[in-house]
């Protein structure tokens, strides 16, 4: 299967609701990263996880390379939220960047 | 603070032509450098890494080739564009090699080719 598992495709939500985006790896992976990209294409570095949990204001990130996972929950939707988020992980510290299908996040009014 | 430049920001080429992206770090010595290529609606994959000058590592081999003349440029090139190089093109830099470390993007650069 492929490396990164990325879920959801898509998804919308109203403004002040929560939600959950989760990547599964096919193997062990080193570290994750997640991005938003927005209208324009640019990506937006969210957090850098080896290990654990990361909280951002509304954002908060786990890893957990046992378990082959990572998850970026977003608390209190924004509209600016709107974009795709990615995830991408490194099997080693020296190797490329593998991303996930990416989920696009549409946030309602 | 970093800042990193992309150029152009569009492009429409025709198949069979050259083709020249630049990139380029301020602010930052010694950066690890990526060329990433995106179709339009996929997922980013990851093209080239240089970790220093005049060194560059390919990743996926699209028929593209990319070089490292300064320690703060980094050019993704080929002679002959194919229809299938058009997408978005994304440069990003990191600071540790071998350690593991977030990397920033680009503004990228979106590729019609024709």
């Known amino acids: 299967g492929m490396p990164v598992e990325q879920n959801p495709p898509a998804l919308s939500l109203y403004e002040g609701a929560d939600s959950g985006l989760r990547c599964n790896f096919s193997?062990?992976?080193?570290?994750v990263q997640w991005f938003q990209q927005n209208h324009r294409g640019r990506l937006i570095t969210l957090f850098y996880l080896a290990q654990g949990t990361k909280e951002n204001g509304r954002l908060k990130s786990t890893f957990n390379s046992k378990e082959r996972y990572s998850t970026l929950h977003i608390k209190d939707a924004q509209l600016e939220d709107s974009g795709t988020y990615f995830c991408a992980a490194e099997a080693g510290f020296a190797s490329a960047l593998t991303f996930g299908s990416g989920t696009k996040v549409i946030v309602l009014p | 603070a970093q800042t990193i430049h992309q150029w152009p920001v569009a492009e429409i080429k025709a198949v069979g032509s050259p083709l020249s992206l630049g990139c380029t770090i301020k602010?930052?010595?010694?950066?690890?450098l990526y060329w990433y290529w995106q179709a339009t609606g996929g997922t980013l994959q990851q093209l080239f890494y240089?970790?220093?000058?005049g060194q560059v590592e390919s990743v996926v081999q699209l028929n593209l080739s990319a070089s490292r003349p300064k320690d703060d440029q980094f050019i993704l090139s080929t002679e002959k564009l194919l229809l299938s190089h058009s997408g978005f093109y994304l440069c990003?830099?990191?600071?540790?090699w071998g350690e593991g470390d977030t990397q920033y993007f680009g503004p990228g650069t979106r590729l019609l080719v024709l």
């Open positions: 240089s970790i220093t000058v």
């Open positions: 193997t062990t992976m080193k570290s």
């Open positions: 602010g930052k010595s010694s950066p690890n």
């Open positions: 990003a830099w990191s600071s540790n």
